[in-house]
């Protein structure tokens, strides 16, 4: 059974850092496609950064040169590195797995900028 769960959380300054961790368990971490997701109140799911089973990143605009995806394969943990944090970052952000044709979400982790 593939289970998520994602950490590191919390509340920061505007200008501050935070790192998230997503746990993964009962999968193969390595040929997974992950990535990190984050829905405001009000607003949609988004995309915030994706890691390739092969190696590649990318990022949303928005986040691009502030956040940093990476992946321990011997953990199995996927992290995100977040700096320069602005109050539009304020949201709960997701851990998503892809294997195959199906995707797996961890419960998210509250993340808010504010002064």
């Known amino acids: 059974q593939v289970q998520l769960v994602e950490s590191g959380g919390g509340l920061v300054q505007p200008g501050g850092s935070l790192r998230l961790s997503c746990a993964a368990s009962?999968?193969?971490?390595?040929?997974?496609?992950m990535g990190w997701y984050r829905q405001a109140p009000g607003k949609q799911r988004e995309l915030v950064a994706i890691?390739?089973?092969?190696?590649?990143?990318n990022y949303a605009d928005s986040v691009r040169g502030r956040f940093t995806i990476s992946r321990d394969a011997v953990k199995n943990t996927l992290y995100l590195q977040m700096n320069s944090l602005k109050p539009d970052d304020t949201a709960v952000y997701y851990c998503?797995?892809?294997?195959?044709?199906?995707?797996?979400w961890g419960q998210g982790t509250q993340v808010t900028v504010s002064p």
């Open positions: 998503k797995a892809t294997l195959g044709w199906v995707d797996y």
């Open positions: 009962g999968m193969r971490f390595s040929i997974s496609a």
């Open positions: 890691s390739t089973s092969g190696g590649s990143t």
